[in-house]
């Protein structure tokens, strides 16, 4: 019945804009749409921040209904009008793939409010219930890279080569930014230290990661770190004995001797003021992306026997100088791309076309000048997901 409700909703809007009723407290309902499960560090990571966010507001977990295990497909439609159809006044999706599907289901429901992790559509898609929402994770990263990088010295010194790997999922520029933001991390302390990646085209397929981490350490990588879902990787690195960087969740449980960190986005400052918006009947942002002073990036803790000596000390100082702008990631002078500075380089239309090994979108870069101001890459400023995709020297995708 409330589908039919919807479409005439959406025709009223054509004649003006939905105002959003304010919602009580006791009559407030939240869907979480997630790829995965709670099995998944990814989504346990969401999942446990709309926990967190529903507790600092008063609200009982019985005012949520989390759909997990939701393909990126017309099944996140499906999830979407079903959290829709139970009352739900806001609805948050957590994986890239989704976004389509609830940019439609937002467009049939104009009363409910809908969130959605990583996506870059909310700034054109003209809806006023859709929303982008991301956070200057790459930040963490390159704190989780200088982590590495003094792990990495301390293993150079005892005769390692200071070669790191890196397991990722897919060639999107959400995961080359992170790998590189965290290579950049590495290399503010170890000058010397280079990466080789190999994606696995898959978010959540632990045989894969762990067999890319096992190809990785066979070709001599001392350290590894990686953006996909699962133990796959940081499973593979405790089996061998080679420090391990990790993401969303720590690992120290799974790979007590091996994990040395992990930086994570905290989605509750996010989820708390999207709720409070919606029980206050008021407007949020369409495109949203916080950092470490707002609490949205966070690491988990530092494993002390794993990590080198004087590691925490630097992290907060690294920290510190991130919360007072005075370091950004991806500053021109630390990083070419083919021997030039990104200012300088233009990208050849045979790199433009080869997406299959990591290449990148060629529409970033026919403004690339514009996202290079002030001596650094502005990344998640022109919108919250990523978009820093340059394949910048040091790195090699196997």
């Known amino acids: 019945m409330k589908k039919i409700a919807s479409v005439l909703l959406v025709l009223a809007m054509l004649l003006c804009s939905v105002a959003f009723a304010e919602v ?49 497909s017309q099944e996140a439609y499906d999830a979407a009008a079903d959290l829709a159809d139970m009352g739900c006044q806001y609805v948050f999706a ?58 990495l010295n301390e293993l150079v010194a005892a005769g390692k080569e200071p070669k790191v790997g890196y397991v990722g999922a897919f060639p999107y520029a959400e995961v080359i930014s992170g790998y590189t933001s965290f290579f950049l991390g590495v290399r503010s302390v170890c000058p010397d230290a280079t990466m080789t990646v190999k994606f696995t085209n898959s978010w959540g397929d632990q045989a894969l990661e762990q067999e890319a981490a096992t190809a990785l350490i066979a070709q001599g990588v001392s350290l590894m770190s990686e953006h996909a879902d699962t133990v796959g990787a940081p499973t593979a690195c405790e089996d061998a004995g080679i420090p391990n960087v990790g993401y969303n969740i720590s690992f120290t ?30 407007a949020f942002d369409t495109d949203w992306s916080q950092g470490f002073n707002e609490g949205s990036v966070a690491m988990t803790e530092l494993n002390e026997a794993v990590a080198a000596e004087g590691t925490a000390e630097k992290l907060e100082e690294v920290i510190a100088a991130f919360k007072a702008g005075e370091l950004h990631v991806f500053d021109t002078s630390t990083f070419t791309v083919n ?6 380089y233009v990208a050849t239309e ?41 394949p910048i020297d040091g790195i090699t995708v196997d």
């Open 24 to 72: 009580a407290k006791e009559d407030m309902k939240v869907g979480l749409i997630c790829l995965h499960d709670e099995n998944m560090g990814y989504d346990a990571n969401f999942i446990d921040s709309m926990k967190a966010a529903m507790a600092n507001l008063g609200l009982d977990e019985s005012q949520l209904i989390i759909k997990t295990n939701i393909p990126e």
């Open 94 to 151: 957590d994986s890239f793939g989704h976004e389509d599907y609830i940019i439609q289901a937002a467009s049939e429901f104009p009363e409910v409010q809908f969130s959605h992790a990583t996506g870059t559509k909310a700034q054109s898609a003209g809806l006023e219930n859709y929303h982008n929402a991301f956070a200057s994770i790459y930040e963490g990263r390159f704190v989780a890279g200088v982590a590495a990088g003094m792990k």
């Open 253 to 282: 449980a799974v790979a007590p001797d091996s994990a040395l960190i992990s930086s994570r986005i905290d989605w509750t400052p996010y989820m708390q003021m999207a709720i409070e918006s919606v029980m206050a009947g008021q």
């Open 339 to 344: 021997g030039m500075t990104p200012e300088e």
């Open 350 to 390: 045979d790199y433009l076309q080869d997406t299959a090994n990591g290449g990148f979108n060629a529409a970033v870069h026919q403004i690339a000048a514009g996202y290079v101001t002030d001596g650094y890459f502005h990344e998640s400023e022109f919108q919250s997901a990523p978009y820093f995709d340059l």
